[in-house]
């Protein structure tokens, strides 16, 4: 969405990221209200040529709280917005352990299969890959010869 602040990542203090994803007018109104915004700075939402001075205002503000403090701040409120979660942490997320979005399968976690309906639970049908299980075969099939694969192994390009 071109480079209005109402749409974009940004980054925290402790290095972490939110998404911001507040759009429409009430949702930003909110917004800047909780972020405690300039409202000399931040009152057009829709003028293009503040955006830049606005994207470089907003960008110092994330930086002065966590990630966790900005999620303390706007959850339970209408601002359109998350947590931008890694993957040690995604999985613990309660948004995504209410939709059973990750399982363990053979020690990895990942990503459960999707669709997942109300009535039709999706069937896992293999483990996980080993790293480097099939590198052979799916070079070989690109037309790699042994050697290069060898290659590749040995620099650490590839497993």
């Given at each position: 969405?071109?480079?209005r602040i109402?749409?974009?990542?940004?980054?925290c203090?402790?290095?972490?990221?939110i998404s911001?994803g507040?759009?429409?007018?009430?949702?930003?109104?909110?917004?800047?209200?909780?972020?405690?915004?300039?409202?000399?700075?931040?009152?057009?939402?829709?003028?293009?040529?503040?955006?830049?001075?606005q994207?470089?205002?907003?960008?110092?503000?994330?930086?002065?709280?966590?990630?966790?403090?900005?999620?303390e701040?706007m959850?339970?409120?209408?601002?359109?917005?998350?947590?931008?979660?890694?993957?040690?942490?995604?999985?613990?997320?309660?948004?995504?352990?209410?939709?059973?979005?990750?399982?363990?399968l053979?020690?990895?976690?990942q990503?459960?299969?999707?669709?997942?309906?109300?009535?039709?639970?999706p069937?896992?049908?293999?483990?996980?890959?080993?790293?480097?299980?099939?590198?052979?075969e799916?070079?070989?099939?690109?037309?790699?010869?042994e050697?290069?694969?060898?290659?590749?192994?040995?620099?650490?390009?590839?497993?």
């Amino acid at each position: 969405m071109e480079d209005r602040i109402s749409y974009d990542t940004y980054e925290c203090k402790d290095g972490k990221f939110i998404s911001i994803g507040s759009i429409e007018p009430q949702f930003y109104a909110l917004l800047c209200q909780i972020a405690e915004l300039d409202e000399k700075v931040f009152s057009k939402q829709m003028s293009r040529d503040l955006w830049p001075e606005q994207k470089e205002e907003i960008k110092k503000i994330f930086l002065k709280k966590t990630r966790d403090e900005w999620c303390e701040l706007m959850e339970g409120t209408d601002v359109c917005f998350a947590p931008v979660l890694d993957m040690s942490e995604a999985p613990q997320h309660p948004h995504n352990k209410e939709r059973k979005t990750f399982i363990d399968l053979e020690g990895v976690t990942q990503p459960a299969p999707a669709p997942r309906f109300s009535r039709t639970e999706p069937e896992v049908v293999s483990s996980p890959s080993i790293v480097g299980e099939h590198t052979n075969e799916v070079l070989s099939s690109i037309g790699l010869s042994e050697e290069d694969i060898s290659t590749l192994k040995t620099s650490g390009a590839v497993a």
